[in-house]
C-alpha cells in the first residue's frame, strides 16, 4: 500500500468512526493517532512529512478498532479504497446465559433476543426503552424473572443496539450526526437544515443535539425521523418556530440518552406476560355469538336475521340475543348459538321481536338459496312499483 494510500485510509476510519460514534471528526483523528503513539493527529502529520510510516502491526491495530465501531467494516484490497458494508435483517445468532440458550437478531433497526418462553425487544435508538416480555408461561424456571439474567441479556442487546446504530450512523452525512459550530443539522431523510426540530406525533420541540444524539428519533415519544421536521407545519400557515403550542422537550442532550442506557442494570424493568390468553368482553362475546348465528341461517334471510340481531352482553358476560320475526323463523332454535354459549360457560337468553327490515319484502330472503338471486328478485320487485 503506497503511503498516499496509508495516509487516505487513516483519515477514511477517523472519518467513519465520528459518523458511528457522533463525534465531530478532530476528536477521531487524535483517537486515530493516540493509537498510533501520538498525542494528536497534527503530530502524526508531522511525523508523517519527515518520513514516519505506521508499521504494519499499527495498522492492523487501527483497523481493528474501526471495526469494533463499526463491525460491518470489511478488509479493503491492498491498493483499493476503504468500503464498508451495511446489512438489514440479519439471521439469528446463538448464543448462551450461563445455561440458557438464546437467539438474537436485527429486524427493521431494532433488536430482537429471545429464548424459551422470553423475548427482549431493543429500538434503534438510544434512548428506546427494553420490551421484555413472557411469551410462555409454561416454562419451569423461565430464566427471565431472574434479575441477574435480565441485566446480562440487556448487556448482549445494547451492545447489538450499538451496532446497529453505528452501521447507520456511519452511513449517514456528517451534519445528520453532529450538528455544525452554530447548532444546524441536516435531516437524513428529508436534507433539511435547522436548529430545531418539532415531532409530528407528540408536538415537542428539540434542538439538533438532542435529534442527532437519539439518532433522529424524538426523545420525548421515540416517533421515527419521518416525523421529525423543522417547521411545525401542522399548527397552520401562521405557525411560528416559537409558538408556544410547540413545548420544547424535556429529554434533550447526548448525556440523557446515553444514561438510559446505562441505568438499565439498576432500574426496575417492567416484565410483560404476552402468552396467548382467552380473555372474554362484551365484544368478543358478541362477536363469537354472531358468528353461530351465521352458522345456523340456513338463507339470505337467516342471515340477515343474524346481522340484523340485537345481542347484549351483562357484567357477568351472560349474554341476550333479540331476533326480527321477519327474518328468523320464531319455531327455529339457533343451535350453534346455543352450543357456543355453552362452551364459553355463560348463559344465553333468546326473544323474539319485530324490528324494521332494512328491506321491502323480507320473505323474499327466505325464498333464495343464495344473495345473488335474493338480490336479483329484490330489485326486479323494486322495478315493478318504480315503473307505475
Known amino acids: 500500500m503506497t503511503d498516499r494510500n496509508i495516509h487516505h485510509t487513516m483519515k477514511v476510519l477517523a472519518k467513519r468512526y465520528a459518523r458511528a460514534n457522533r463525534l465531530p471528526h478532530h476528536q477521531a483523528l487524535d483517537l486515530i493517532a493516540n493509537k498510533l503513539g501520538f498525542s494528536h493527529w497534527k503530530a502524526a502529520q508531522t511525523a508523517a512529512k ?33 468500503t464498508f458494508m451495511f446489512a438489514g435483517d440479519q439471521l439469528p445468532e446463538e448464543g448462551k446465559i450461563g445455561s440458557h440458550t438464546y437467539w438474537i437478531q ?21 434512548s428506546a426503552k427494553p420490551f421484555v416480555e ?29 451496532d446497529v446504530q453505528a452501521h447507520i450512523s456511519a452511513d449517514w452525512d456528517r451534519r445528520s450526526t453532529m450538528p455544525d459550530a452554530e447548532g444546524r443539522a441536516r435531516h437524513p431523510l428529508f436534507g433539511d437544515e435547522a436548529k430545531q426540530w418539532f415531532c409530528l406525533h407528540c408536538g415537542e420541540r428539540c434542538t439538533s443535539l438532542a435529534i442527532t444524539s437519539n439518532m433522529w428519533h424524538c426523545p420525548n415519544c421515540g416517533a421515527s425521523p419521518k416525523d421529525i421536521f423543522c ?3 401542522w399548527l397552520g400557515d401562521d405557525a411560528s418556530q416559537d409558538d408556544n403550542s410547540s ?53 339470505p334471510g337467516e342471515r ?10 351483562d357484567e357477568d358476560n351472560d349474554a341476550y340475543v333479540v ?8 319455531g327455529k332454535a339457533p343451535v350453534q348459538a346455543l352450543k357456543v354459549a355453552q362452551l364459553l360457560g355463560i348463559e344465553l337468553d333468546l326473544a323474539i321481536t319485530t324490528f324494521t327490515a332494512p328491506f ?12 345473488v338471486a335474493y338480490v336479483s328478485a329484490l330489485l326486479a320487485e323494486y322495478k315493478k312499483y318504480s315503473e307505475q
Open 50 to 82: 519527515g518520513g514516519w510510516q505506521p508499521s504494519s502491526e499499527q495498522l492492523a491495530e487501527i483497523k481493528a478498532f474501526a471495526r469494533e465501531a463499526v463491525p460491518a467494516f470489511q478488509e479493503p484490497p491492498s491498493d483499493g479504497p476503504v
Open 106 to 126: 436485527v429486524s427493521l433497526g431494532d433488536v430482537h433476543m429471545h429464548g424459551e418462553g422470553w423475548h427482549i425487544q431493543l429500538g434503534e435508538a438510544p
Open 134 to 162: 413472557v411469551t410462555d408461561r409454561r416454562v419451569k424456571s423461565n430464566p427471565i424473572h431472574d434479575p441477574e439474567f435480565v441485566k446480562d441479556a440487556l448487556k448482549i442487546a445494547r451492545a447489538k443496539a450499538k
Open 231 to 233: 417547521t411545525p407545519f
Open 247 to 299: 413545548k420544547d422537550v424535556k429529554v434533550s442532550g447526548r448525556k440523557k440518552v446515553e444514561s438510559d442506557a446505562a441505568q438499565d442494570s439498576n432500574r426496575e424493568i417492567e416484565i410483560v406476560d404476552t402468552t396467548p390468553t382467552l380473555v372474554l368482553n362484551e365484544k368478543k362475546i358478541e362477536l363469537l355469538i354472531r358468528l353461530a348465528l351465521l352458522d345456523d341461517a340456513a338463507n
Open 304 to 313: 340477515m336475521g343474524a346481522l340484523w340481531a340485537e345481542i347484549g352482553v
Open 323 to 330: 331476533l326480527d320475526e321477519d327474518l328468523w323463523p320464531e
Open 360 to 371: 321491502h319484502w323480507p320473505g323474499l330472503a327466505h325464498h333464495t338459496e343464495s344473495t
